[in-house]
């Protein structure tokens, strides 16, 4: 099925440690991004791309990194977890930032760093 | 302070109610996009508005760009209706999305 594929959708992080967060969509859209979900805020942006080989800091991007290799794969990378991460993370891709067409979002990955 | 102001945040009403959900934002917009969260996470757009009015189904979504001020409203509401509904707003100075934080609808049957 065309889409936004996250994985894992849930993950328990001791602080300290390192993961990486895969998204992947197969709809050769150029605009991939990761989004931060909080309680009583909306979703913040931590890092965007435009392109293959292009990225940006977004809102948020402390203690993430992220690359593009490939115009189907943008993987998000915490380098040390602390339990200010602890959040839900959503990718979303499309031919444009501007939300024309809309934005397709995965599904999510509920992250807990204890 | 989130630029993007969504009234009110939680919302119960009973199957079949009226329901409207307000936005307001603080400058000039190219777009404003309506978006629908399921309880299971997944998130979905809805509509996207520059003026007027649209229509889908049993939601209608419109946008005063006056009074920075866009409605969803959901007519008949049913249980399934259940969700958060995310506003997002595209300024004139940027490219990018900026997000409210979501109204929790729950429709009770």
């Known amino acids: 099925n065309a889409g936004v594929t996250q994985t894992p959708k849930f993950q328990v992080l001791k602080t300290g440690q390192s993961m990486t967060l895969q998204c992947a969509q197969d709809?050769?859209?150029?605009?991939m991004s990761w989004y931060r979900q909080d309680p009583g805020m909306g979703l913040r942006l931590i890092h965007y791309s435009v392109g293959a080989g292009i990225t940006d800091q977004g809102e948020v991007p402390n203690g993430y990194n992220v690359s593009r290799s490939t115009t189907e794969d943008f993987p998000l990378r915490l380098l040390s977890a602390a339990p200010s991460q602890t959040s839900v993370y959503f990718c979303a891709s499309s031919y444009s930032m501007t939300g024309y067409p809309p934005y397709t979002f995965g599904s999510g990955t509920r992250l807990t760093v204890v | 302070k989130n630029e993007v102001e969504q009234s009110p945040q939680n919302l119960t009403a009973q199957e079949g109610e009226f329901i409207t959900i307000n936005c307001s934002y603080s400058v000039g917009i190219s777009a404003l996009h309506w978006l629908q969260q399921h309880p299971g996470g997944g998130i979905v757009s809805l509509f996207m508005l520059s003026s007027g009015k649209k229509k889908h189904g049993r939601l209608i979504a419109t946008i005063n760009i006056q009074e920075k001020h866009s409605s969803l409203h959901i007519t008949a509401s049913h249980p399934r209706d259940s969700a958060v509904y995310i506003c997002a707003v595209r300024y004139t100075s940027g490219s990018r999305l900026t997000f409210g934080e979501g109204t929790q609808l729950t429709v009770n049957p």
């Open positions: 709809m050769n859209h150029e605009y």
